[in-house]
């Protein structure tokens, strides 16, 4: 991705980088001609050349940057995508998020105007697509609508554990690939899919890890097998801590605290880093349960509890960088020559909405498995509170938990936890 940044000046997401390869691949230069064969497409389409600008299109680049508005149609801050799956989801998933779509389509256009001349080429104009003034409107419903879904949908605390469960199975097909253990055949017992490989995901499908029938019976692996047989029952873990900046009273008056709190969000752009906390809050859990008051009734839990029964979900703010592109042409009655343009960041404060969406909204998780809330709870409140984090997180972050009876009547971790 960074390559892709170096040469051609654009920011792909991961699953971008992956299209613009298949595009790219042999592979995939084979089916076309297969097509042509076989009369389905014309020999005259789908040349090379074009080929290239498709998959240029995928990842945000155009080579001419007056045609730079066809790859905004693709991968852009109002791209086709994004109109689509803003209504789709809200639709499908119960929240009522409307917006003028009809306005938008009706008032955005392709709009020259000077390029930013650190971009790599030496053009000094710029095609993309916008939309004048009397169309703002639109295009803020449009922004409004996605921060709205982060907070309605995608950042819903059952959304993100759901998407944490499936992560820890795929993670582990990744691991038993590597060591080749998911390569041996097992009488009667369905293998988990091999992902050696990130193009192994291109064959996946929801019926690689669920069949047919259910339960699914994944043998094999104990823990990706308990994880795939839980969701298909939708036995979801269960919420042990709900953390954000309004549980945290000190955060804009220690700077301890504030900085420990950027670290735990660097969380979410490190996978060791948020591993290495999961494994703390697992070890600290463990040591309760195997406190005198509570070894007896957890001799079960902790022959069964491993670190991936605990999840540390840290979601990644709403992002709308790409509309920071974004200018707005101010019509002029006189002449093209004196037509205004302004980033549409001046005219809409979108950096306030989602330092307000951080601020108040934005919250992360500790998830484990039933049995063990109370335990990771305190766990959890321990590992956060000590170096580097410095987080003494107010009685509402476990109160959201709904644990029903926190380690029978112990109201401070510090009666577990002494310093």
């Excluded at 002449?335 to 909405?353: A, G, H, R």
Aim: glycine share 4%; charged share 30%.
């Amino acid at each position: 991705m960074l390559h892709l940044n170096d040469l051609f000046g654009v920011k792909p997401k991961p699953h971008e980088v992956m299209s613009w390869l298949v595009v790219r691949s042999d592979r995939f230069k084979r089916f076309i001609e297969e097509l042509k064969t076989n009369g389905i497409v014309s020999p005259d389409d789908f040349t090379p050349e074009v080929i290239e600008e498709i998959a240029g299109n995928i990842i945000g680049y155009r080579k001419d940057p007056k045609e730079k508005f066809l790859a905004d149609i693709i991968n852009g801050p109002m791209d086709a995508d994004k109109l689509d799956y803003l209504v789709r989801d809200a639709y499908f998933a119960g929240p009522t998020v409307v917006y003028d779509l009809d306005r938008f389509l009706q008032t955005v256009d392709a709009i020259e105007y000077p390029r930013d001349p650190s971009l790599p080429g030496d053009s000094t104009k710029v095609v993309r697509l916008s939309v004048p003034i009397e169309g703002v409107t639109a295009l803020e419903q449009i922004i409004i609508s996605k921060l709205m879904l982060c907070s309605y949908l995608y950042h819903h605390h059952k959304i993100r554990c759901v998407e944490g469960m499936y992560y820890e199975v795929l993670n582990r097909c990744v691991e038993l690939s590597a060591s080749g253990q998911n390569t041996k055949k097992q009488k009667n017992k369905r293998r988990l899919p091999p992902l050696a490989h990130p193009t192994a995901f291109l064959r996946l499908s929801d019926r690689s890890i669920f069949p047919g029938d259910w339960p699914p019976e994944v043998e094999g692996d104990p823990i990706a097998g308990e994880i795939v047989n839980m969701l298909a029952r939708r036995e979801l873990y269960k919420r042990a801590l709900v953390m954000s900046r309004l549980f945290l009273p000190r955060i804009d008056t220690d700077e301890r605290v504030n900085g420990g709190f950027e670290r735990l969000l660097a969380c979410a752009r490190s996978t060791p880093e948020r591993n290495a906390l999961r494994e703390e809050i697992f070890r600290k859990a463990l040591e309760v349960m195997k406190l005198k008051r509570f070894s007896e009734e957890t001799t079960a839990l902790r022959k069964r509890f491993k670190p991936s029964h605990v999840l540390v979900d840290i979601p990644r703010s709403p992002t709308v960088e790409e509309t920071g592109a974004v200018m707005v042409r101010v019509s002029s009655e006189r002449s093209e020559q004196d037509e205004v343009y302004v980033p549409l960041t001046d005219m809409f404060p979108i950096e306030k909405w989602v330092d307000a969406y951080n601020a108040i909204k934005w919250r992360g998780h500790v998830f484990t498995i039933e049995e063990a809330v109370p335990f990771v709870n305190r766990a959890a409140l321990d590992v956060l509170s000590a170096p580097p984090y410095y987080l003494e997180f107010t009685s509402q972050a476990t109160e959201l938990c709904k644990i029903p009876d926190a380690l029978h009547g112990t109201t401070s971790r510090h009666e577990l936890f002494p310093k």
